[in-house]
């Protein structure tokens, strides 16, 4: 039963449906026809023939009235990115081994098991998710792994212990041996070493291995021929408890998951009014790539969530979200990611018309954040440069608009200049490239009061229209790159500036 006010912190997980949807009677042609998330119906051979019917004929065929359509595509297109969310304390994990004096030998998460299976182990969660990056990231509910979560980082937290412990201890033994000769100290730090390594279990550089995993399968036959079930292992990359939300990495590689990693766009979740029509998909009770329907009940919502925090600007829907929807994506009418679903109010603990979601515009600035730094941090980890860093931040959404308006109404620009372009800096930070340039001024607020800096018009060359596309514009470059930016200040004098671009902090 959900408690009034309480994020959805347990799931009811049934066994999957027992039924196939993947063969579609098409009674026109007499032939069963298989529907592909595609604009395509691709059938099988039979009696030597090969049906293929577009999906919209297939629609036109049924009489589906406009409005269907819309959610017969949205679903035909966004399902396959849904992804069903479960996380597992495996049977044969270390934690369960380890003693005082030290543990046994484990057998790894990625050792166990035939590939592709759920380990043996206690269940401590699902949920829903969806891809939103073609390297493998999916975007979920924090509280649909916060169990995993915290199991994981107890048990990096105690390696911590004992790592600190062995170096703090080495360092005042070396110390205190100063005087001795380099043999004894080497003799000192390999027995110390030792000792710690038998403690933690890393004996013969034995890998530390977690004890919960965390999987995802795409739909309930894992997009395979429907004899399979596939589950592929994920790493939490990073939360955000505030927001309820959290990023995973699907380990597999992604060359192999190219078929089936389909990215979701964002919509604009400020952009919402009360009446508008959503759609929610999800897998409620585990039941795979569910969708339902309602409306924006209401905007501006502040939710209490699992941080204990109040979670801003959520939307409160009717769309049907029950145990098991949570992290799922909640959808405009474009079959854009609107939100997360993420609580709703029920005094039976499964829907009642009252449910939340975390704004899109929230999440897609963090995850993105996230994503953006673990990708630099693998490259960074495999030797190779990564995208380079000014340090400068710029106004977005609502800010970089109101901003525009203003500075156009000071300059009182003529009719043939009806726009104000570049992006404006709101922040440098101290090691920004941009320090060692004087003079480079931030838009600031200070008791209500609005003023405005300078903008970046041009980089490389490249003129910039907006935030947008200064961020996209410095996405394509790397670190160490020599750069020119022109920059034009409230007056609307412009210089160049020129910047080596460093590399991004982690």
């Known amino acids: 039963m959900i408690a009034f006010g309480r994020s959805l912190l347990s799931f009811v997980c049934i066994a999957p449906a027992a039924f196939a949807f993947n063969n579609i009677p098409f009674r026109n042609l007499h032939r069963k026809v298989h529907l592909a998330p595609s604009n395509a119906v691709v059938g099988n051979t039979l009696d030597g023939v090969d049906v293929t019917v577009k999906a919209t004929e297939l629609d036109d065929s049924l009489g589906l009235s406009p409005e269907e359509k819309t959610v017969v595509n949205i679903h035909r297109v966004c399902s396959p990115s849904v992804v069903y969310v479960t996380s597992v304390l495996s049977s044969s994990s ?12 484990a057998e790894s998460n990625n050792s166990q098991k035939q590939k592709n299976k759920l380990p043996n182990g206690m269940s401590l969660g699902s949920g829903s998710g969806f891809v939103i990056d073609s390297e493998g990231y999916i975007v979920t509910n924090y ?9 994981n980082q107890a048990v990096l937290q105690y390696e911590k212990f004992w790592d600190d412990l062995a170096k703090n201890t080495t360092k005042n033994i070396k110390d205190k ?14 027995v110390l070493n030792r000792t710690v390594n038998a403690i933690t279990g890393r004996e013969n550089n034995e890998t530390e291995v977690l004890p919960a995993g965390v999987f995802v399968r795409f739909g309930e036959n894992g997009e395979t021929d429907g004899s399979v079930t596939s589950y592929y292992s994920c790493e939490i990359v990073d939360v955000k408890k505030e927001l309820d939300i959290a990023v995973l990495k699907i380990m597999e590689s992604s060359d192999k998951m190219n078929n089936i990693l389909r990215p979701m766009e964002y919509g604009s979740s400020s952009n919402l009014v009360v009446g508008q029509s959503l759609l ?6 585990g039941l795979d790539r569910t969708i339902t329907s309602g409306l924006v009940s209401a905007t501006g919502r502040s939710v209490t969530g699992v941080a204990g925090n109040q979670i801003k600007n959520c939307i409160q829907t009717d ?8 992290g799922g994506p909640l959808l405009n009418l474009k079959g854009e990611v609107v939100g997360v679903n993420t609580m709703i109010i029920s005094a039976s603990g499964s829907s009642s018309g009252i449910g939340f979601a ?24 495999a030797k190779r ?17 109101s901003l525009r308006k203003r500075l156009l109404s000071s300059l009182k620009q003529n009719k043939n200049s009806d726009e104000v372009v570049g992006a404006f800096i709101t922040s440098i930070d101290t090691k920004s490239p941009l320090m060692s340039q004087e003079g480079v001024s931030t838009t600031s607020i200070t008791n209500g009061n609005v003023q405005i800096g300078d903008r970046i018009v041009s980089v490389g060359g490249n003129a910039i229209e907006n935030a947008e596309a200064f961020v996209t514009e410095m996405k394509g470059r790397v670190e160490g790159e020599n750069l020119s930016l022109t920059i034009e200040n409230v007056s609307g004098e412009r210089r ?3 910047v080596t671009l460093g590399q991004i902090p982690l």
Not at 280 to 285: D, L, S, T, V, Y
Not at 360 to 368: I, Q, R, T, Y
């Open 385 to 401: 440069k990564g995208r380079g860093w000014l340090g400068a931040a710029v106004a977005t959404s609502s800010l970089e608009e």
């Open 177 to 190: 041996l100063s005087f001795s000769s380099s043999n004894v100290v080497d003799n000192v730090e390999g």
């Open 143 to 151: 509280h649909v792994v916060q169990r995993a979560y915290e199991s």
């Open 94 to 105: 270390p934690v369960s081994t380890r003693t005082r004096r030290g543990r046994t030998k």
């Open 496 to 498: 160049v500036v020129y």
């Open 280 to 285: 929610a998909i999800g897998n409620p009770f």
């Open 358 to 381: 975390v704004p899109g515009d929230s999440v897609k600035e963090n995850a993105d954040k996230i994503i953006e730094l673990d990708k630099q941090r693998r490259l960074r980890n």
């Open 319 to 326: 769309c049907a979200i029950n145990p098991g929807n949570s």
